[in-house]
């Protein structure tokens, strides 16, 4: 639940459309009483957020504000965040964030990142400041042995994340993902779009089929 959200608090979420198929499966970050983020992935909602908030009569606006993540992930992370940003950094709860600055560079900092390694998520809000943010993250990370790269999908499957456009797509409904309840329950009090259709599907048996995650072992036969 958004409502339960505490300020600097991000949160992994499920957009369904009224069939209870998944639209988006953004992270939320909570920046104040009446404001909210959404790190979409690879896919279009705002249009589609417009509609649907219009015809339920809800008093909010819908932007696409010009921020720019820049994720730092591995093990080597927190040594190269710590550098730039100072010991407080240590204390950063998983899936929370802070706003901060660098050199005056404006941005918030969060502990998370789209891999199961131990990572920061850098949400830049000077786009003009981009160059700048880059050059003294790969300045401080070079003794460190920081590269560019782009997301690792292997170590993304071995975690378990899912990828909305590949894993996920809008042909899958919320009861075909798999997630834990925790994340992912029409049981929960609340109403969400798509929650009636869900329900009847789990009433007739539940999903005909669900993404599961495959472990394969190789046998070591010394030939």
Not at 10 to 21: F, I, K, Q, S, V
Not at 123 to 132: F, I, M, P, T, V
Request: net charge negative; aromatic share 10%.
């Amino acid at each position: 639940l958004l409502s339960t959200m505490k300020f600097g608090q991000c949160r992994y979420a499920l957009l369904t459309d009224h069939e209870g198929m998944v639209i988006n499966d953004p992270v939320v970050l909570r920046l104040a009483e009446d404001r909210f983020w959404f790190s979409i992935a690879d896919s279009d909602v705002v249009l589609w957020l417009k509609g649907i908030l219009a015809a339920s009569g809800f008093d909010v606006r819908v932007e696409e504000v010009p921020v720019s993540p820049l994720a730092v992930q591995g093990p080597k992370s927190i040594a190269v965040i710590r550098d730039l940003f100072g010991d407080w950094v240590q204390d950063l709860k998983y899936y929370h964030f802070q706003p901060t600055q660098l050199d005056g560079i404006p941005m918030l900092l969060a502990r998370s990142g789209w891999s199961p390694e131990l990572g920061f998520e850098l949400y830049l809000e000077d786009e003009a400041r981009g160059n700048e943010l880059w050059d003294r993250i790969m300045k401080a990370g070079r003794k460190y042995g920081i590269a560019p790269a782009a997301p690792n999908q292997i170590r993304r499957i071995e975690g378990g994340m899912l990828s909305y456009g590949g894993d996920i797509t809008n042909k899958h409904n919320f009861l075909e993902v798999g997630l834990p309840t925790k994340l992912a329950s029409i049981d929960k009090p609340s109403d969400f779009l798509g929650k009636d259709a869900l329900a009847k599907i789990q009433e007739a048996g539940g999903p005909r089929r669900q993404i599961v995650g495959l472990e394969f072992f190789a046998s070591v036969t010394g030939e």
